[in-house]
Nanobody, 115 residues
Framework: QVQLVESGGGLVQPGGSLRLSCACS????????MNWYRQAPGKERELVAG???????NYADSVKGRFTISRDNAKNTVYLQMNSLKPEDTAVYYC?????????WGQGTQVTVSS
């Protein structure tokens, strides 16, 4: 069955860095576009970054220049490198696979940016 398992979240000080990972199984990873979303308390889930199967990327304006999405098709894993973290980046981060007919989600990993 399809599984997406995020890891790498935690508590970090403002200005710090974290790298999130999402290990995938149960589908042909290299053929699927992947995304990272986040949801802060009291807010709607929002798209943070996406990567196509060809490696093209897109980012939310709020994270451009600070976050980098990448993928390793040999490891069936997508990453989100987050630098220069701000308190407003605090949220649960979710991995998403653009599967048809229904996209699939991981369980989420908490990122807290606080001094």
């Amino acid at each position: 069955q399809v599984q997406l398992v995020e890891s790498g979240g935690g508590l970090v000080q403002p200005g710090g860095s974290l790298r999130l990972s999402c290990a995938c199984s149960g589908f042909t990873f290299k053929m699927i576009a992947m995304n990272w979303y986040r949801q802060a308390p009291g807010k709607e889930r929002e798209l943070v970054a996406g990567i196509t199967m060809a490696g093209g990327t897109n980012y939310a304006d709020s994270v451009k220049g600070r976050f980098t999405i990448s993928r390793d098709n040999a490891k069936n894993t997508v990453y989100l490198q987050m630098n220069s973290l701000k308190p407003e980046d605090t949220a649960v981060y979710y991995c998403n696979a653009n599967l048809w007919p229904t996209s699939r989600w991981g369980q989420g990993t908490q990122v807290t940016v606080s001094s």
